[in-house]
C-alpha cells in the first residue's frame, strides 16, 4: 500500500508539473518516500519526486546515482492510460519498470540513470 501511494503521489506530482508553467521550491517539503524501477536488469531505489531523484540503492547497495526522469507513462488493467507525460527532445532514456505500481496497473518510467553507484 505504501508503495502505491508513493507511485500515486509521484502520478500527482508529474500531472501538476505537466499542467502547470513553474513552482516555487519549498524548503520545508522533502521527499522521504521512494520506489523501486527495474531498469536493464538492474533494481534500483529512488526517492519519489518529480525531476531528478536520488537514487538510494543500485541492486541492493547504497547508491550515489541520480535518477534523472523524462517522463511517466502508466496504464490501468484495462490498458487505459492513465498518465502520459514525457518531457520533450530526444534524451537517451531508458525504460524502467515500476514495480511499486498497484494491482492491475503499469508503470513505465523514462529516465537516465548517472553511472556513480
Sequence with gaps: MRHALGLLTLI????ALALSPGAGADP???????FTILCGGHAIVIISKPGSS?????DGQP????????????????GNIVLDF???GNQPVQACTDTSAPAGFTATAYTIITPAH
Design 63 to 78: 547508491s550515489t546515482s541520480v535518477s534523472v526522469l523524462f517522463g511517466l507513462h502508466v496504464t490501468d488493467a484495462d
Design 86 to 88: 514525457r518531457k520533450p
Design 12 to 15: 500527482g506530482a508529474l500531472g
Design 28 to 34: 520545508t517539503n522533502h521527499f522521504t518516500e521512494s
Design 54 to 58: 536520488t537514487a538510494v540503492t543500485f
